[in-house]
């Protein structure tokens, strides 16, 4: 949705604040390293070292691009947030008029569903999970099940990658143990330098695959892990050693390895187990904040009333939802109401039968949690970007190193120290992204509260005429048709706590939004009954005179009518009275006809 405009704050506030501080910081120290880069270039060129000045021009630019890249997103996160009136998501379709020309691409629910909810006292977003391996992780932590769907896939993907790791060492550790144990022939060869080679591989790349936190597509996570995927980790641990020593003795010897993987294998595992503890130590504080209620207030009654069903609802649409809009925000529609009146048999009488869901504008509602939750993002945040620092200060001091390999007589160990100095570079990047992901999730969500109610009427109606003033000295008249109701309210509200990850740019607030908590509202469903019947019995069901100029004409007539009756009173004698015998042959006249 577009930003709209209102006067009114809704007192959201900028979250990326402290986070873009030190993105900004660290992306400025970056920039200021690849500065310095490019202007020892004319030394180096001086001195005759054209290759290791160009060498320093590329790695200075891609430096400054780094920085530069980090600095102004930083300071995008330090900018204005922008808030429009429409902000956050609607849970479902909005079906009201003025936001009918709104596109919101991150609903997740639909009004069956809502109404599901209510109705059924259950919350739809706490999913089961799908596969063997998340049935795992949701066993072992068992709050994760009643949490955003971020920290869920985030906690899968932690595990599966630990879960990899584990297997990636079993492999190196069975291979150990039977050379050891005398089971295989491997320590006299080079399989198992070749093997903690393949081990270095594989656990980059299986976190490199973990790297990203934050998926908006919160309910398709796709990286599950079956059953079958498992048991081929097992067969490849086990397998994988005996393999390369087959290959070894009877295809062809394996070269001795230049370098030992040791080294870089036991740096992966330490930053895996650091970004592990710490996102696990932030999900942990972040669950005991959850409180997974799933309870409603609930009315349901029979009224007999002189209404028509029609105006029930547009009662509880124009006046009892909207005193309930919050700084007179329009309420989300979810279900719009129509009374769908039916005639049986004649023009008379007939049911009814409509209903309506509806939500408050979700206000902003502050996260509680420990201040170990909140000094723990600042301690994530600022680990993440020093590794980033960190590896740019790395790749800066092998400019050497690298220049080498653009030397005519380049050599092995040449290429053996720039593979060294990049896989350690890359490694504590992964790692500084991966940290900065991972913390950036729990800088971005944002809880807020509404009422939701969900309103069904139902019944049958009745016509009949009631008419007053008829009598012979009335001076005026009121004919009027009177609807009879037999009406069955039925009326639902929660109080609601949902969740949302917000993001700094044009799309800040237009995420999915997931109900998290519901509770019961007695105390509001008593005021919004209190309010139709307030309303039903205010109603007039004959039509009188309420302003003062017709009146006064009808006082005017009642004065002109009370003066003919007093003059035909005065001409009375001019008219003999009429006899009893006169009057009761009059009446027997009137029977026989």
């Not at 006082?555 to 009173?569: D, H, M």
Request: glycine share 6%.
């Amino acid at each position: 949705m577009a930003f709209e405009y209102g006067s009114i704050d809704l007192g959201i506030r900028n979250p990326f604040r402290i986070e873009g501080a030190i993105r900004s910081v660290a992306g400025a120290l970056i920039a200021i390293l690849g500065i310095v880069a490019v202007f020892s270039v004319q030394n180096l060129v001086a001195s005759g070292e054209k290759t290791a000045g160009w060498v320093s021009l590329g790695i200075g630019l891609i430096l400054i691009l780094w920085g530069l890249w980090g600095l102004t997103r930083g300071l995008f996160q330090l900018m204005r947030f922008f808030v429009g009136r429409g902000a956050p998501t609607s849970l479902a379709k909005n079906l009201s008029k003025s936001e009918k020309h709104t596109e919101e691409d991150g609903v997740v629910y639909s009004a069956p569903e809502l109404e599901q909810m209510l109705q059924g006292r259950k919350n739809l977003t706490f999913v089961e999970p799908s596969d063997w391996f998340s049935h795992l992780v949701h066993s072992v932590f068992r709050p994760l099940l009643f949490m955003p769907y971020a920290y869920r896939n985030m906690t899968q993907r932690l595990s599966e990658a630990l879960t990899q790791t584990l297997f990636a060492m079993l492999c190196y550790g069975l291979a150990w143990f039977s050379g050891v144990t005398g089971l295989s022939d491997v320590t006299a060869t080079p399989v198992l330098d070749w093997l903690g080679a393949i081990l270095t591989v594989y656990l980059f790349w299986v976190w490199w695959g973990k790297r990203r936190a934050l998926d908006r597509r919160f309910k398709d996570y796709t990286g599950g892990s079956s059953v079958f995927k498992i048991a081929l980790w097992i067969v490849a641990a086990i397998l994988l050693p005996f393999a390369l020593s087959l290959i070894h003795n009877t295809v062809h010897p394996l070269p001795e390895m230049p370098v030992s993987a040791g080294s870089y294998v036991f740096l992966i595992l330490a930053l895996g187990l650091i970004t592990t503890g710490l996102s696990a130590a932030l999900i942990t504080l972040r669950a005991r904040s959850i409180n997974p209620v799933v309870e409603v207030a609930e009315y349901r009654d029979n009224w007999q009333e002189n209404i028509h069903p029609q105006e029930i609802f547009i009662n509880f649409e124009n006046i009892v939802m909207a005193n309930r809009r919050y700084k007179e925000v329009p309420n989300r529609v979810y279900r719009d109401f129509d009374a769908n009146l039916i005639e049986e048999g004649s023009d008379d009488k007939g049911r009814f039968g409509g209903e309506m869901i509806q939500e408050t504008q979700p206000v902003y509602k502050e996260m509680a949690v420990s201040p170990a939750y909140q000094w723990l993002r600042v301690a994530g945040t600022a680990l993440g970007f020093s590794l980033l620092v960190a590896s740019a200060v790395m790749l800066y001091a092998n400019i050497g190193t690298f220049t080498t390999l653009f030397a005519p007589s380049v050599t092995t160990q040449n290429i053996i120290a720039a593979a060294e100095s990049l896989l350690y570079v890359f490694t504590l990047l992964l790692f500084g992204m991966m940290i900065v992901n991972h913390v950036h999730a729990f800088w971005s969500e944002m809880l807020f509260e509404s009422l939701m109610v969900y309103f069904q009427c139902t019944g049958t109606y009745t016509e009949s005429k009631l008419s007053t003033g008829t009598s012979i000295y009335d001076s005026t008249r009121s004919e009027n048709t009177v609807v009879r109701s037999s009406l069955t309210p039925w009326v639902i509200a929660s109080r609601i706590v949902t969740s949302s990850f917000t993001e700094s740019g044009r799309h800040n607030l237009e995420y999915p939004r997931h109900v998290l908590e519901m509770h019961k509202s007695e105390a509001e469903l008593n005021q919004i009954i209190d309010e139709i019947r307030g309303f039903v019995s205010k109603r007039e069901a004959i039509a009188s005179i309420n302003n003062e100029k017709d009146l006064a004409a009808a006082s005017r007539i009642f004065e002109v009518n009370k003066q003919t009756r007093a003059a035909l009173g005065e001409g009375q004698d001019r008219h003999p009275p009429i006899s009893q015998e006169q009057l009761e042959e009059s009446g027997s006249d009137t029977e026989e006809s």
